[in-house]
């Protein structure tokens, strides 16, 4: 069965530093997201990506969060100078349509530890 | 954010017995609600979905129900097996957005 890879599993980072998480969507999904887990917290939304642009962001989602589908079958968050609060599960998701009754599929995170 | 919550933080039956999980939203304008489930170090993995159109969806062991005059859905999981012991998400989205509101989860223990 299809799914969503994404490496590293688990990224350790001093404060300050750029991040690169990558994604491999499932091959036939048109919609791209990224979500994360603080320790103990709930899965939140940051981004939803479409057609090669931003579809929605959140208020987490600041200047220092990017995303870019550089070669039409990666998917990546970049933050550019990360902080300690950064450190969490980033989860990526892909789905073969928006809302409409179909399911976003998850990758096994990358947990990130800013130091 | 207390969109979409999951008041039972832990849920423990035995095996064989039927597992309730509940699900308590706010916003009216939820139309499409999933359940995940979660392992240790794995990502969310999709269980089951129903929308708001319906009020039940069955899928072998799982079943959804969908309240919505409450806000309220359920999972049920009929008969309970060790290896459902995990951390239930629920979750909903909003008309073409696509962005998944998630409630805290549920972690469930089935004992043998």
């Known amino acids: 069965e299809p799914e969503v890879t994404q490496t590293p599993s688990h990224q350790v980072t001093q404060m300050g530093q750029e991040v690169i998480l990558r994604c491999v969507p499932i091959?036939?999904?048109?919609?791209f997201y990224w979500y994360r887990q603080i320790l103990g917290q709930k899965v939140e939304f940051l981004v939803s990506?479409?057609?090669?642009?931003?579809?929605?962001k959140s208020e987490i989602f600041d200047d220092q969060f990017s995303v870019e589908r550089p070669d039409g079958s990666n998917f990546t968050l970049k933050i550019r100078s990360t902080k300690l609060e950064d450190s969490a599960m980033y989860f990526c998701?892909?789905?073969?349509?928006?809302?409409?009754?179909?399911?976003?599929?998850f990758g096994d995170g990358t947990r990130l530890s800013i130091l | 954010d207390q969109q979409v919550k999951q008041n039972s933080p832990s849920l423990s039956v035995q095996e064989g017995r039927i597992s309730i999980l509940n699900c308590d939203y706010t916003?009216?304008?939820?139309?499409?609600f999933l359940w995940y489930k979660k392992y240790p170090a794995e990502g969310p993995t999709f269980l089951i979905s129903?929308?708001?159109?319906?009020d039940k969806n069955e899928d072998g062991r799982f079943t959804v129900f969908l309240n919505k005059s409450a806000k309220h859905l359920s999972l049920h999981i009929v008969p309970s097996q060790p290896g459902d012991s995990a951390v239930y998400f629920c979750?909903?989205?909003?008309?073409?957005?696509?962005?998944?509101?998630f409630g805290q989860g549920t972690t469930l223990q089935v004992k043998p």
């Open positions: 091959s036939n999904h048109l919609y």
């Open positions: 129903i929308s708001s159109i319906k």
């Open positions: 916003n009216s304008m939820f139309d499409y």
């Open positions: 979750a909903a989205s909003e008309g073409n957005t696509g962005k998944l509101i």
């Open positions: 998701a892909s789905g073969w349509d928006r809302g409409r009754n179909q399911p976003q599929h």
């Open positions: 990506f479409y057609n090669n642009e931003i579809s929605e």
